[in-house]
């Protein structure tokens, strides 16, 4: 046996090894053990449907910048806040509309509301007179106005969330028990805050989310507050706000502001359309075309089908691996394309084990028949794979244009299947049959049907 098929057969057994540990059921923070991660389809969720205010975005972006930045945080804020529950499909739609979807995930009013907040952060303050008296607005209310200082460049700056380094939910001390959202800046943002709670002293600072004030508590000058405005720490706490909301507050700042306001315009509680019962009937009918399909292969082929079908059992848990590490959310079209990419898998061994049994006919020796049989087969497996490729490159295009995740999750499925069986049939099953050669099995005619 040549050394080089030595270490191709280590590589993969090691990698049909790491695949089994990633599938079985074990605890691992990194690779989780939720299961595939199922589409709306299949396991049902919330699916949403914003209209981005473009007009409002930073001038400093394009109209697309801004749209993937508001994406970006979107996905964000939804795994922050459901992570290692769901993967969220978060796509465009022609120019500013975003399409939602959370698979697993049924309150659609906590969904709206953690992704529809802009979490746009500032201070304010009052706007004192000459005589420094607060200024009243029409129904006698102080006029709040955002809280500026001078930063390190010597431009004066508003203290906002683009200078949050953190923010943490949490509970004040007993006996209050409170909740909070507790705040950290960084430099730039703790030299601001410093200046204008000392410019604020005995007097109100206002803390506002999306222009509410969330918080209003009255700076005072005690050596424990004087400690956290050094070190560039604040807290949001008070009113009604419960635990729930801090989380979800601070998911929101964490994420950052959205780069564009958001409006609803269609949200839904989605069932799961096929669910628990197709799952099961897709996974029998795939059962059932695997086992006719293994006894196909090793009573037509023999020793080589016997040999595909081992593979085939290999190529199988690196797709399910590849699946779960990716993730894939899989939909029921993307279980479709698996069976279809499993087929393809064997289409490849067909065409090899056929070239290798004309060249036995011819006289060669087993191990020059296995070498050209493959380099023979070699050509109509890569130009109808490349096909494949191309044709799912169409549909993944198509299916983004369209925002329509099933034809994604489609030609996903099949382009990972696809270039994964090319894989099991050049390098698994010949490195198998690779083994045969000057053995007894090998020179047994009869188990290569020649």
């Given amino acids: 046996m040549h050394r080089k098929n030595i270490v191709n057969l280590i590589m993969v057994l090691v990698l049909f090894g790491f695949a089994i540990w990633v599938l079985l059921p074990i605890d691992s923070t990194r690779l989780g053990r939720e299961g595939l991660s199922l589409g709306l389809d299949l396991k049902g969720g919330t699916q949403l ?8 975005r930073d001038p400093s972006m394009t109209e697309n910048q801004a749209m993937e930045a508001t994406m970006q945080k979107i996905e964000m804020r939804i795994m922050h806040a459901f992570g290692g529950i769901t993967e969220p499909i978060v796509q465009k739609q022609g120019t500013d509309r975003i399409l939602v979807q959370i698979p697993g995930i049924r309150d659609v ?17 009052y ?9 009243l607005d029409e129904d006698g209310m102080p006029i709040w106005v955002v809280a500026t200082a001078v930063g390190s ?4 700056r508003e203290l906002t969330g683009s200078y949050l380094k953190s923010a943490v939910p949490g509970l004040r001390p007993p006996p209050e028990n409170a909740p909070l959202v507790s705040l950290e800046f960084n430099k730039e943002g703790a ?3 410093e200046q204008i709670t000392l410019q604020n002293w005995h007097k109100p600072l206002g803390i ?3 222009d509410n004030a969330i918080s209003t508590p009255v700076v005072l000058p005690d050596e424990q507050v004087r400690k956290g405005i050094s070190g560039g720490k604040a ?18 700042l964490n994420s950052g502001a959205l780069n564009a306001p958001l409006s609803i315009i269609k949200q839904q509680d989605v069932d799961p359309t096929l669910g628990k019962d197709s799952i099961d009937k897709s996974l029998i009918a795939g059962i059932i075309g695997i086992i006719l399909l293994l006894i196909f292969m090793t009573a037509y082929y023999r020793l080589p089908g016997f040999l595909a079908c081992c593979a085939l059992v290999i190529y199988g848990s690196l797709v399910l691996m590849v699946f779960k590490l990716y993730p894939v959310t899989l939909t029921l079209p993307g279980i479709a394309a698996f069976l279809l990419s499993l087929g393809m898998a064997v289409d490849a061994n067909v065409l090899i084990f056929e070239r290798m049994k004309e060249e036995l ?9 296995i070498e050209r049989g493959f380099n023979r087969a070699w050509t109509a497996i890569r130009d109808s794979n490349v096909s494949t490729f191309i044709i799912c490159g169409i549909l993944w295009w198509l299916g983004d244009m369209l925002a329509e995740p099933r034809i994604v999750g489609f030609a996903q499925t099949l382009i990972i299947g696809v270039a994964l069986s090319m894989f099991s049939a050049i390098i698994i099953t010949r490195t198998f049959l690779r083994l045969f050669p000057g053995t007894r099995l090998g020179n047994k005619s009869s188990l290569f049907k020649v």
């Fill in 49 to 56: 449907i914003y209209q981005a205010d473009l007009s409002q």
């Fill in 109 to 125: 009013n906590k969904a709206t509301e953690l992704i529809g907040a802009t979490a746009q952060l500032n201070f304010r303050e």
């Fill in 127 to 135: 706007q004192y007179n000459e005589k420094g008296e607060p200024v």
């Fill in 153 to 156: 460049d010597g431009e004066t």
């Fill in 191 to 193: 030299e601001l805050f």
């Fill in 208 to 210: 506002f989310v999306d």
């Fill in 235 to 252: 807290s949001i706490s008070g009113g009604d706000m419960t635990l729930d909301e801090a989380k979800m507050l601070a998911v929101q």
């Fill in 361 to 369: 006919r011819t006289g060669r020796t087993l191990g020059a028949s």
